[in-house]
């Protein structure tokens, strides 16, 4: 087993990301003492802007990769997927946090963040959010907890995270599938001001949904991106395997988002010219049917490049789509005008790179990514049936 | 009683005391404005609870001025309530729609701003430049009102056209005008919209043209509350969650008979970053 000691290699590449989250730490600090509106360009017209629609919206429907492999490996036991379970979990896990420290940086009145828990506005969807976030949060740093007691010997508590495990792994899929269509309830409120073409009843389904459908292809991108970095064989037959689930799910997803569109009489909105009907034309064919296709065809499918392509296309896909909620489908409601300022840029950089290491660091210290066999020629076939 | 106040634009003249009686009451300083041809009060902010936006229209051949007031519409049901995560907001009995008042003052407040994203006439303002800031919107002057005072734009108001009473009877009233008087438009606008409000407004000109929020996205705005719509879709979270929990546990249950056991410790390693 590679050595008990800590590691952490330094690259040029390392440096300058903890140079970026030095600059993001020391703005986040300015904008605790002065203010939002010292650094940020929210103004009354656009109360939620970057922080709000990109690393929190966005942040946790990437780390959608955590609760459906969750459920497809543990709850399903398709022991198959058994190699990417951890290396999905890390990204979801780190993802919460990312989400929870942009939350904690938009929020004005930073120092009441804990109020919710004892002043229960329960009538708000944002109330459910941030009990299921702050919950599936600490759950998932228990599950990481039994991976970090493999490495730090503290039998004990590893022995009562066993016991506890199976609560907790059904507990983290019921609250990441309830908020992450929460998400999508937090839209509701804002009938008449989001475009029809986003705002249903519906849209909890849409965001639960979407959700659940990227995580197989968030965890091929950063499954590949990991094996390129280190030199590694990408899990292509996994990642191959996972396109049938995600292709079925787009489907289902399609088809709910035409017959809801009828159902409320909306459907001729997407082709009437305007800025959000372009827009929501690209995300349907760019977004969604071309990946679909991407993955029915053997040709594409079975290629490493192919499947890659495909699954980036559903991950910029459901960026784009929660952009679109956040920003395109209210602009014309709400007038003014909103373009994130370079702080609050440089914070949001700054917060993705201590990811990104924090990624690197547990990577390359805990045990998260299978063992890879030496003998790079010959893949040796574990009994689970996967390559390893 | 629910107080309200009945608007009527036609009675309108462009005076400005509210602003003026608004800023007086409430203690808010002035913020230095821009010139502008029409004299325009331009929009809400957190130092302005309430501002008189100018309209011009035409009827037939000649050119009319119509004066609106804006401010909170202190809905019946209000969405910023209902989005409050830690229930900061509230309707008060009297109509109201404010911060909770409380011993410790205001102090619940996340600062999350999703009123703001709520409210469906964008009427709460947020202190941006404040370190530690509040949502700033009309109080419908709750501590006047609850010694039977007159709100105090109500009350400085000189021609009448703001006038202050229960909502109900101010309704009837409403109506009684509209019906009197042929130049009314046959609508009274925060009757019915999000489930009613308690400010309403009547007025001689479409209120479309008033810059009302009357149609959105070529539909009539909607007359259910926010809260019921929001409401239909969160009363099903402990069912789903009792349900899919359900769920969930069977499944496990079920496929953990045939799965094999796996020794995790063996599977998984520590990456050897490469030179």
Redesign the interface.
Known sequence: ??GRNW?F?ITWFRILMIILVLVAVAAALYRF??????ITN????W??GLWIGFDLLCGIALAGGGFSTA?VV????K?KY??IA?AALLTSLLGYIISMVSLFL????????W??FF???F??????V?WCISLYTTIQVLEFGD?FF??VKFPALKKILGYMM?PL???G??LP??HQSSLG??Y??????L??LWWS?LI?FFFVWSAFFLGPAMVTVEGTL?ARA???DPELPVFQSLTKLTMWMMIIYFIVKMIDLNYRG?FG?AFNGSYESNMFLIEMIVFILLPIFMYAIPSIRTKLWGVVTASLLVVVGVVFNRMNVVFTGMAK??GGSYFPSIWEFLITIGMWSALALAY?FI??????????EHTHSTHTN???GFN? | MSKGVLVDVTRCIDCKSCMVACKVWNDLPSRKTEFSNDLDAGQLNSDTYTVVNNCISEKGDEVIWRFVKRQCMHCKEPACESACFTHSFVKTKEGAVIYKPTVLDQDYCVGCRYCMIACPFSVPTFQWEKAFPFVEKCTFCYERTQQGLKTACSQACPTETLKFGDREELLAEAWQRINSNPKYIKHVYGEKEYGGTSWMYISDVPFEQLGFKTNVFNRPVTEKSIPSLTWQVLKWTPYIFVGWGALLTAMRAYTKRRAEVHNEEEMYGPVDPKE
Do not use: C
């Open positions: 087993m590679y590691s290699r003492i002065f203010g939002l509106g010292a929210l103004n009354d017209q109360p939620w459920l543990h709850i399903l036991h022991d058994l190699p951890r938009d929020i004005g009145r930073w120092f009441n963040f109020r919710p002043y229960w506005g009538h708000s969807v944002l109330f459910e941030f991976i493999e490495k199976t792994l059904i507990l899929i019921i599938s309830l309830s937090l509701i409120v804002a009938i008449d001001k475009y029809p009843m909890p990991a280190y030199g590694r909306v909105m409601s709400v690197l990577v390359e210290n805990f045990s998260i990514l299978p063992k890879e574990y009994g689970t390893a």
